[in-house]
């Protein structure tokens, strides 16, 4: 079975200051990664996937995340936080057998001005 | 944005009505899946379908029921609301390409009283 565990239901950084959302997974079979975002009152939006290749996945408005097969990790980065980067964020795994994806509880990001 | 609506977008209901939401996508897309977000859980799969007629139950699919006659439409049925299914319901649809990521809905909110 396969499993998303995110550290940190709230994570509050400064503004200009690094982002860090951490994701651990567990999958018997290779991995499909996720991370999305949500902002209040909407749906999920992704901001990247990893599927195979590069392990370093770049995606939408400066997020990044590494895939860590050693480490079951698909941390999510974002060198500078701007305001607008507050939200829920949210990791996700599939496997390559299936199409079902499991989601995190999810991780509050609040910006501090 | 991926075309899908979900309706209604709001609803209050009396414990043991039933109540049916719809998901209407325009994108053909095979997939099409209902979750629940609570806080603490994350997303939790309720119930997906990989076709026309084919449904599947997901990890809290008990009280629930959908059906999908046509491509288009994948109906959630609370059979006897109860105060449990008080939650925000999101519909997402994928493509049969396996590497495709899930696009949401804008989400109902699901009020049980």
């Known amino acids: 079975a396969q499993s998303v565990t995110q550290l940190g239901s709230h994570v509050s950084v400064s503004e200009g200051a690094l982002v860090l959302l951490r994701c651990n997974y567990s999958s018997s079979v290779p991995p499909y990664l996720f991370w999305y975002v949500q902002y209040p009152n909407q749906g999920l939006q992704l901001l990247l996937k990893?599927?195979?290749?590069?392990?370093l996945v770049k995606g939408i408005n400066g997020f990044e995340a590494e895939f860590k097969k050693s480490e079951t990790s698909f941390h999510l980065t974002k060198p500078s936080a701007h305001m607008s980067d507050a939200a829920e964020y949210f990791c996700?795994?599939?496997?390559?057998?299936?199409?079902?994806?499991?989601f995190g509880a999810g991780t509050r990001l609040f910006v501090k001005a | 944005d991926a075309g899908i609506t979900q309706s209604p977008r709001h609803k209050v209901t009396e414990t043991g009505t039933p109540v049916t939401l719809r998901c209407h996508q325009t994108e053909n897309h095979r997939y099409m899946y209902w979750y629940r977000q609570d806080p603490g859980h994350g997303l939790r799969l309720i119930h997906y379908?990989?076709?026309?007629?084919?449904?599947d139950k997901g990890e809290v699919s008990d009280g629930y029921s959908v059906s999908r006659s046509k491509t288009e439409d994948f109906l959630l049925t609370l059979e006897s609301a109860t105060s449990s299914q008080t939650s925000v319901y999101f519909c997402a649809i994928s493509d049969v390409d396996l590497n495709t990521e899930a696009f949401f809905g804008q989400g109902t909110r699901l009020t049980v009283v």
């Open positions: 379908s990989y076709g026309v007629k084919d449904t």
């Open positions: 990893y599927t195979t290749g590069a392990t």
């Open positions: 996700a795994v599939t496997n390559t057998g299936g199409f079902k994806t499991i």
